[in-house]
């Protein structure tokens, strides 16, 4: 318990940021497994999981290691989740966006209620990929590590 209060800020940004990328993997897992939808691109769950390993390889490595090599680490881990989860976000929508068209802009879709709640579930996945890139980025800004006595 004394080792947890005597972390500094980025430890527990960097909770938030795992957290709230498995949120991010399990809606997108839920809306590429929707009836409208049914399209998973493993290289987006890859990165995802890639970039969720990261952030709790920075919350382990920066809790238990000590030393400049940790540290050196620890940052290139910070790094790599931040630019990942941006990735797979900025592919996912790319993956929507045409849809959003049919279901959003046309007549095509009038009536389709497993089309309309898809596009809104995707919606919500895009804002929640968007607020953990924004946490993501703030979070590398903060140190890591325990707090020099």
Do not use: H, P
């Not at 005597?6 to 497994?33: E, H, W």
């Not at 497993?114 to 804002?127: E, K, N, P, Y």
């Amino acid at each position: 318990m004394g080792a947890i209060k005597n972390q500094r800020f980025g430890f527990f940004a960097y909770i938030i940021v795992a957290i709230m990328m498995f949120v991010s993997l399990m809606i997108y897992v839920s809306n590429v497994n929707t009836a409208y939808y049914e399209d998973m691109d493993t290289s987006v769950l890859l990165i995802i999981l890639c970039a969720l390993i990261a952030a709790i390889g920075t919350v382990i490595l920066s809790a238990a290691a000590k030393g400049k090599i940790a540290e050196i680490i620890t940052d290139v881990l910070r790094v790599a989740a931040t630019v990942l989860i941006i990735v797979a976000g900025v592919k996912f929508i790319g993956m929507r966006v045409e849809s959003f068209g049919y279901i959003f802009g046309s007549n095509l879709e009038m009536g389709n209620d497993a089309a309309f709640s898809a596009g809104g579930q995707a919606i919500t996945a895009i804002v929640i990929f968007v607020i953990t890139w924004i946490l993501s980025i703030a979070a590398a800004f903060f140190k890591v590590g325990q707090k020099i006595k």
